[in-house]
Structures are given as structure tokens and as C-alpha cells.
């Protein structure tokens, strides 16, 4: 038996197995057998929108998806050409619309419309080279052609096994047709110069109601679940097995480079990977980049989840943004989560993060000693206003959570003359500040904070107040 099999996608009834999300980034080339099930409804997000019928996601979401699915699509083909097995089970073809970065505007003001430009895409993209593919479902199948490779692998599983969708393509050899229709719904694929073969298995779905039952509210897996996942792995082995005893040959000696046996379209066709390459080369760089100029764009969006130092980064980028002079402040006796001023005032603040509840009273208490710790410095001759920081139920969307301070807390804040600031908040004015230069904007924001006691409460974004809803409109393939 090979030394490592991977599932990724799906979970199957089998104790030895390692497994991994589509999210993941692992490497094929660590394991001899990958299964892959190209389910990608854990890509669609909390809140989904719907383009002509179909899912449309967000634009993270869809940037996050078409790099998971290339990702993959690389691991795949790279571990057919080092002599891997690729087992991928035929799910449904999933189409969903992604954003493609393109928006056009039109109007101004109230009448300021913006068209968000989609285009297409399926979970089957993860193929290198891609195939046809069509949904459909059924049960009746029969093996295609003489020594099939699958003869074992089908007599132990063929009866729970099923066609969810059609494939098609110029490099698809089938293995499993309807007996109707002679449609292809098994298959495998070989790449040119790859030891390894890509094998499109017939949907098995080992969540059917048969395979599981319930105990005190948890489904577990069946025995006769667990009997048809050993008998999935024991025979995928085999076919693995078979492959790679029938897909020998000689691995090219050094001499046949020598370029007296170079073919003219062989010469040609190199040429053209090499220009390829030199492109490919100037856009991953220029993809790193842009990695690491959305890493510090989306720093914000720790004002929505974070706690620790991540959320300190957060805010200080956020407070920085509202126009005040932000950092953190450490000597040998004291060290502040963040000092922030401008010509309106001076302030200290500590941040905070809880996962499922209310900030308290407790971070209000060390507030206060850093405010005097502050006004005990020789070069300080007037006590800063405090202001704490709360992120509350951060693991939760905005539009669910709770009150962010408790009563304690707000009550106490009033008698120390502190601000309470909501991380969410603070969010949404950064949003739009990072966007538009709004002088006048930020200086209310300023000042909301330096003349609230108790919770600060931000004027309205002014892109609020004027812009119209998104449109959609679909870019083609």
C-alpha cells in the first residue's frame, strides 16, 4: 500500500486517512494517492447574493475561490507529471458568477450608480485544462471497454455509486458509461510526459441516510459505512496499482537533448513556453505585490474580529486614518496600547477584545492607571482623556452582537469622563476615509470622540447618505 493517501473536500469513514479542506494549501507531492471532492459551497460566504439565478460572490470571496481552485489546479498536474494518483469524485458542477476587480460608474451624487463586472466559474476549474462538463443524476452505469481498470474497483463499489454529472473532452478516456445513452460518467485523464494519471470516479456519497445514524443530537458513521469507506480506500490502492504498472516508460536519456535530435515544432513550441514562462515570472511578482498590498489594505477589517495585538494594528491604522497621530507607547515603567493626538486633543486607549461577551469594567480599571501613569511623565503637563476600545462578540457579524460594554462599564466611564468606542464603528468610518480624502469628515469623527463621555456615536459616511445600490453585469468567459 502506498505510504500516504490525502482526502481533500470531504469526509470519508475511515480512520487512517489524513484530510483537508479545499481552503487548504498543502502540497500533493507529500502523499501517493490524492481524492478530491470539488465541493465548493464553504467558499459562498455568510451572506450570498444571486446573479441571474446562480450564487454571485462577494468580491473576498471570489478572489479567495479562483486561488484555492488554481492552487489546486497546479498541485494536480504536478503530481500526475511526478507519477501520482489523482482520484476526483464527480460531484454536481457547481457555477457560480465571481467578481473579476472591474466596476464602472455612472452619475453623481444621489443618482451615482455602480456596475460591478462578474463573470463565470465552476468548482470543476480545479482541472488542468479543463474538461466539459454537464449535470445530470442517476444510477444505472456499466463499465466501458475490456480490461477496464476499474473491473475491482466496480465490483466492490459500482452498486453505491452514482452519476451526478456528464463529462467530456478531446483527453477523456472514458471508464464508466451510461447504459443508456453510452454518456460518459467515469473516466480518467493522462497528461503528455506524466507517469501519473487524473481518475474521474463515479459520486459516491458516504452521507446518505444508510451510512449514519443519530445519538443525542451528533450523526456518526454507520458499520456499513465504515465497511464501504475501507472498501473505497483498499481499492482505490489497487487501481493506483494498476496505473502504475501499465503507465511504465523509459525516462529520456541526457543525450537525446543534444540538439542535432530537436524537432522543429518541438523547437518551436519551447520557444514559446519560454517567452510563457518569462511572462509568468513578471506576473507572480507582480501578484506578490498586490498579496501583500491587500494584506495591508484588509488590515482594517481587524476592527471586525481581532483581539490582541492584531486589533492594536487595526485601530492605530484606523485612528491614523481619522487624523490623529497614533502609536504605541513603551518605556521601562510603562507601556500603552495607543497614544493618539491632534489639534483637538490628546487621548489614551486601551483596546480590547472579547470572543462572546461584553467588554467589562476591568479594562477600564487599567485605563485609568495608564492616564495617570501617563501624566506622572515629566514632559506631559496635561491629563489625556481616555478612551477604551471594545471589540465584543467579535466572532459574530456586527449586525448580531450585543451590547458591546456593560453597564458597569458604561457607568463608570461617564463618572471618569471616557469615550467608548465600538471597534464595528470605527470600521465603517475607516472604510470611508480610506476611499475619500474628507477633511472635514475626519474632523467631526475627531471631535465625536474627544467630546463624548460614554459611547461615541460617529456622524453618518457621507457615501451613505448619496450612493445608489450596486448593479451586476456579467463579463464573458
Given at each position: 500500500m502506498?505510504?500516504?493517501?490525502?482526502?481533500?473536500?470531504?469526509?470519508?469513514?475511515?480512520?487512517?486517512?489524513?484530510?483537508?479542506?479545499?481552503?487548504?494549501?498543502?502540497?500533493?507531492?507529500?502523499?501517493?494517492?490524492?481524492?478530491?471532492?470539488?465541493?465548493?459551497?464553504s467558499?459562498?460566504?455568510?451572506?450570498?447574493?444571486?446573479?441571474?439565478g446562480k450564487?454571485?460572490?462577494?468580491?473576498?470571496?471570489?478572489?479567495?475561490?479562483?486561488?484555492?481552485?488554481?492552487?489546486?489546479?497546479?498541485?494536480?498536474?504536478?503530481?500526475?507529471?511526478?507519477?501520482?494518483?489523482?482520484f476526483?469524485?464527480?460531484?454536481?458542477?457547481?457555477?457560480?458568477?465571481?467578481?473579476?476587480g472591474?466596476?464602472?460608474?455612472?452619475?453623481?451624487?444621489?443618482?451615482?450608480?455602480?456596475?460591478?463586472?462578474?463573470?463565470?466559474?465552476?468548482?470543476?476549474?480545479?482541472?488542468?485544462?479543463?474538461?466539459?462538463?454537464?449535470?445530470?443524476?442517476?444510477?444505472?452505469?456499466?463499465l466501458?471497454?475490456?480490461?477496464?481498470?476499474?473491473?475491482?474497483?466496480?465490483?466492490?463499489?459500482?452498486?453505491?455509486?452514482?452519476?451526478?454529472?456528464?463529462?467530456?473532452?478531446?483527453?477523456?478516456?472514458?471508464?464508466?458509461?451510461?447504459?443508456?445513452?453510452?454518456?460518459?460518467?467515469?473516466?480518467?485523464?493522462?497528461?503528455?510526459?506524466?507517469?501519473?494519471?487524473?481518475?474521474?470516479?463515479?459520486?459516491?456519497?458516504?452521507?446518505?441516510?444508510?451510512?449514519?445514524?443519530?445519538?443525542?443530537?451528533?450523526?456518526?458513521?454507520?458499520?456499513?459505512?465504515?465497511?464501504?469507506?475501507n472498501?473505497?480506500?483498499?481499492?482505490?490502492?489497487?487501481?493506483?496499482?494498476?496505473?502504475?504498472?501499465?503507465g511504465?516508460?523509459?525516462?529520456?536519456?541526457?543525450?537525446?537533448?543534444?540538439e542535432?535530435?530537436?524537432?522543429?515544432?518541438?523547437?518551436?513550441?519551447?520557444?514559446?513556453?519560454?517567452?510563457?514562462?518569462?511572462?509568468?515570472?513578471?506576473?507572480?511578482?507582480?501578484?506578490?505585490?498586490?498579496?501583500?498590498?491587500?494584506?495591508?489594505?484588509?488590515?482594517?477589517?481587524?476592527?471586525?474580529?481581532?483581539?490582541?495585538k492584531p486589533?492594536?494594528?487595526a485601530?492605530?491604522k484606523?485612528?491614523?486614518?481619522?487624523?490623529?497621530?497614533?502609536?504605541?507607547?513603551?518605556?521601562?515603567?510603562?507601556?500603552?496600547?495607543?497614544?493618539?493626538?491632534?489639534?483637538?486633543?490628546?487621548?489614551?486607549?486601551?483596546?480590547?477584545?472579547?470572543?462572546?461577551?461584553?467588554?467589562?469594567?476591568?479594562?477600564?480599571?487599567?485605563?485609568?492607571?495608564?492616564?495617570?501613569?501617563?501624566?506622572?511623565?515629566?514632559?506631559?503637563?496635561?491629563?489625556?482623556?481616555?478612551?477604551?476600545?471594545?471589540?465584543?462578540?467579535?466572532?459574530?457579524?456586527?449586525?448580531?452582537?450585543?451590547?458591546f460594554?456593560?453597564?458597569?462599564?458604561?457607568?463608570?466611564?461617564?463618572?471618569?469622563?471616557?469615550?467608548?468606542?465600538?471597534?464595528?464603528?470605527?470600521?465603517?468610518?475607516?472604510?470611508?476615509?480610506?476611499?475619500?480624502?474628507?477633511?472635514?469628515?475626519?474632523?467631526?469623527?475627531?471631535?465625536?470622540?474627544?467630546?463624548?463621555?460614554?459611547?461615541?456615536?460617529?456622524?453618518?459616511?457621507?457615501?451613505?447618505?448619496?450612493?445608489?445600490?450596486?448593479?451586476?453585469?456579467?463579463?464573458?468567459?
Amino acid at each position: 500500500m502506498p505510504k500516504n493517501i490525502i482526502v481533500i473536500g470531504t469526509g470519508l469513514p475511515h480512520d487512517e486517512l489524513e484530510f483537508e479542506s479545499l481552503h487548504s494549501q498543502i502540497s500533493l507531492l507529500d502523499y501517493d494517492i490524492s481524492v478530491f471532492n470539488p465541493d465548493i459551497s464553504s467558499f459562498y460566504g455568510y451572506s450570498l447574493d444571486h446573479y441571474l439565478g446562480k450564487p454571485s460572490l462577494n468580491d473576498t470571496n471570489s478572489f479567495k475561490l479562483q486561488e484555492q481552485l488554481a492552487h489546486w489546479r497546479r498541485e494536480i498536474l504536478g503530481a500526475v507529471r511526478a507519477g501520482k494518483t489523482v482520484f476526483l469524485l464527480l460531484n454536481e458542477l457547481q457555477e457560480v458568477y465571481v467578481a473579476t476587480g472591474e466596476k464602472s460608474f455612472s452619475g453623481t451624487g444621489r443618482n451615482r450608480q455602480v456596475t460591478r463586472h462578474v463573470t463565470s466559474y465552476s468548482n470543476y476549474a480545479l482541472i488542468p485544462g479543463g474538461i466539459n462538463v454537464v449535470n445530470s443524476k442517476g444510477t444505472s452505469m456499466t463499465l466501458c471497454g475490456k480490461d477496464n481498470v476499474l473491473a475491482t474497483y466496480w465490483a466492490e463499489l459500482g452498486t453505491v455509486s452514482e452519476f451526478r454529472v456528464f463529462v467530456s473532452d478531446e483527453g477523456v478516456r472514458p471508464l464508466v458509461i451510461t447504459k443508456t445513452g453510452n454518456q460518459t460518467v467515469g473516466a480518467y485523464l493522462k497528461c503528455k510526459d506524466a507517469q501519473g494519471t487524473l481518475v474521474l470516479l463515479p459520486y459516491i456519497d458516504f452521507e446518505r441516510e444508510d451510512f449514519t445514524y443519530e445519538r443525542k443530537g451528533e450523526t456518526y458513521f454507520n458499520k456499513k459505512a465504515i465497511q464501504t469507506g475501507n472498501q473505497f480506500i483498499s481499492s482505490i490502492v489497487g487501481v493506483d496499482k494498476v496505473l502504475r504498472q501499465g503507465g511504465e516508460f523509459t525516462p529520456a536519456p541526457d543525450w537525446v537533448a543534444q540538439e542535432k535530435f530537436v524537432l522543429l515544432k518541438e523547437q518551436q513550441i519551447r520557444n514559446k513556453l519560454l517567452k510563457l514562462e518569462t511572462k509568468i515570472d513578471a506576473l507572480q511578482k507582480e501578484k506578490e505585490h498586490l498579496q501583500q498590498a491587500l494584506a495591508s489594505e484588509t488590515e482594517l477589517k481587524g476592527l471586525l474580529y481581532e483581539k490582541g495585538k492584531p486589533l492594536e494594528a487595526a485601530i492605530l491604522k484606523s485612528l491614523k486614518l481619522i487624523g490623529f497621530e497614533a502609536s504605541q507607547y513603551r518605556d521601562s515603567e510603562s507601556e500603552f496600547d495607543v497614544v493618539f493626538e491632534s489639534k483637538e486633543g490628546r487621548l489614551i486607549g486601551e483596546a480590547e477584545g472579547k470572543d462572546n461577551k461584553s467588554v467589562n469594567i476591568d479594562k477600564l480599571r487599567q485605563l485609568e492607571m495608564n492616564i495617570h501613569e501617563d501624566f506622572s511623565r515629566d514632559e506631559i503637563n496635561e491629563m489625556a482623556k481616555g478612551a477604551l476600545i471594545g471589540n465584543a462578540y467579535r466572532l459574530s457579524p456586527p449586525e448580531d452582537r450585543s451590547d458591546f460594554f456593560t453597564e458597569k462599564c458604561q457607568t463608570a466611564a461617564k463618572r471618569s469622563s471616557i469615550a467608548l468606542i465600538r471597534t464595528t464603528d470605527l470600521f465603517y468610518v475607516s472604510k470611508y476615509l480610506s476611499s475619500n480624502v474628507d477633511k472635514v469628515f475626519a474632523k467631526r469623527c475627531r471631535e465625536a470622540i474627544l467630546d463624548t463621555v460614554g459611547i461615541v456615536v460617529f456622524p453618518n459616511t457621507p457615501e451613505y447618505e448619496t450612493q445608489a445600490p450596486e448593479t451586476v453585469v456579467t463579463k464573458p468567459n
